[in-house]
């Protein structure tokens, strides 16, 4: 397709009037307020934003096993993007798109978007898609529009630029619409790509135009720098980010922020994570619950002085996996990555290891706990009683007084009954 302008194509007459006027959240670069005008846009004239959150970690997973796409005015392009959103795959998602386009086909489309005059769509890429939907369903025979307000001033290629698409993009889908769109990987490496990578925004304004806490921002950098080291312990290309949502590594890698920020600096870091790394193959591999051993090394064993057992005895089996790993060209999937360490004997036995030494260390970390407990508890007991003051006591009426004696006389027997037993 030639270059496309869609002011152009509103003097021809193929760009309609959109008939509403909205407020932008965001202004021109000269301080000015957009017109907020929306125009009625063919959908061919259109194309999606590989620049977008989701839309890029999604592209990651395509790429990584049929190579890089041009994004653009083609509708190979588009009819991928189009089948990562409505994601035939998932009921969940495949349900809620089928009711967006009976939504849009019965009442309309409710909210504009927001396209620069390339057609380059900067928000609403689930109600582009349910009109692209809707274009292709041959019980539908009308000419579908998208409706939406056309940025003519900005462009991708422009940093100061790309921070405003990006703060619109922020405002928007984090801020009202479609908040339930993001996974959690999502979120954090968008994050991550606008913050560290691109260099786009301060993590203040990040945050601002998120609708985020400075806490929880840096959650998700810190989550995204796990990512990124696991990628490379998966022998992936580094931004897969796909993978880490095909593994599920939200939960697993939010136990392991808090630990993470404290070990970042230290000598051992790379090995300690590669040994909780090979556990999280493991557990994905053999469909166990983080939740119970996982959680118990990383909150009992990591930034204690069992720390360095773990890794030793993890390095043996942690190495095999690595090496495993390290012989493929590049892993592309979690199917790739599974039936490679399921390939050898050696690395079998390596997964099988693993699993052996994170229950051991977990059990002692848990009997270590245990036989604390008693004493915590006691120190409790001790601390709540020191904090009762003598002159409320003294001041107390009769029955209370008497209360209290029993309490006190029952409290004095349940310690004769403990060291009764321990004889």
């Known amino acids: 397709m030639d270059e496309v302008n869609l002011f152009k194509l509103f003097e021809k007459g193929i760009v309609k009037d959109g008939g509403h006027n909205v407020s932008v959240p965001i202004k021109k670069a000269s301080g000015e307020k ?157 994050a991550y790509k606008t913050i560290v990578v691109s260099n786009i925004m301060s993590v203040a304004e990040y945050t601002d135009f ?14 995204a720098e796990l990512i990124v080291k696991f990628l490379e312990f998966a022998n992936t290309n580094p931004d897969n980010y796909a993978l880490a949502k095909q593994l599920d590594l939200d939960g697993p890698l939010q136990e392991m922020i808090p630990q993470y920020k404290k070990i970042k600096d230290s000598d051992n870091l790379d090995q300690l994570l590669n040994s909780l790394f090979a556990k999280i193959v493991q557990m994905r591999a053999s469909k166990e619950d983080f939740k119970l051993e996982f959680r118990q090394i990383v909150k009992s ?28 060209e590049v892993i592309k999937n979690n199917i790739d990555l599974f039936s ?41 007991a001790f601390n709540s009683i020191e904090a009762i003051d003598k002159k409320t006591v003294l001041g107390l009426p009769k029955l209370e007084m008497k209360k209290l004696e029993n309490s006190l006389e029952k409290l004095k027997l349940q310690i004769d009954k403990l060291f009764s037993v321990e004889e």
Do not use: C, W
């Open 340 to 380: 490679t360490l399921n390939s050898n004997q050696e690395t079998i036995n390596a997964m099988a290891e693993v699993q052996s030494i994170s229950t051991n260390h977990s059990e002692k970390a848990k009997n270590l706990k245990e036989q604390t407990m008693p004493v915590k508890l006691v120190e409790k």
């Open 34 to 190: 957009y017109e907020g005008k929306t125009y009625a846009i063919p959908l061919k004239y259109l194309y999606y934003n590989e620049q977008n959150g989701r839309i890029g970690v999604s592209l990651s997973d395509y790429e990584s096993s049929s190579g890089r796409l041009i994004p653009g005015h083609n509708e190979e392009y588009n009819l991928i993007i189009q089948n990562m959103l409505a994601d035939d795959d998932d009921e969940k998602t495949k349900k809620e798109m089928e009711a967006l386009k009976r939504n849009i086909a019965t009442k309309g489309q409710d909210e504009p978007g927001y396209v620069l005059s390339d057609g380059r769509v900067i928000d609403g890429n689930r109600r582009f898609t349910a009109r692209r939907l809707l274009e292709q369903d041959s019980a539908v025979t009308e000419q579908q529009y998208f409706e939406a307000v056309i940025l003519d001033d900005l462009s991708v290629q422009n940093y100061d630029d790309q921070k405003k698409i990006k703060s619109l993009e922020l405002q928007i889908q984090f801020g009202k619409l479609d908040k339930v769109d993001y996974n959690p990987i999502d979120r954090a490496i968008d």
């Open 210 to 223: 998120a609708g985020l806490t400075v806490n929880e921002t840096s959650k998700r950098i810190l989550e």
């Open 301 to 328: 064993v990591i930034g204690t002085k069992n720390e360095e057992k773990f890794i030793e005895d993890m390095e043996d089996a942690t190495d095999s996996i690595v090496e495993a790993l390290d012989q493929k």
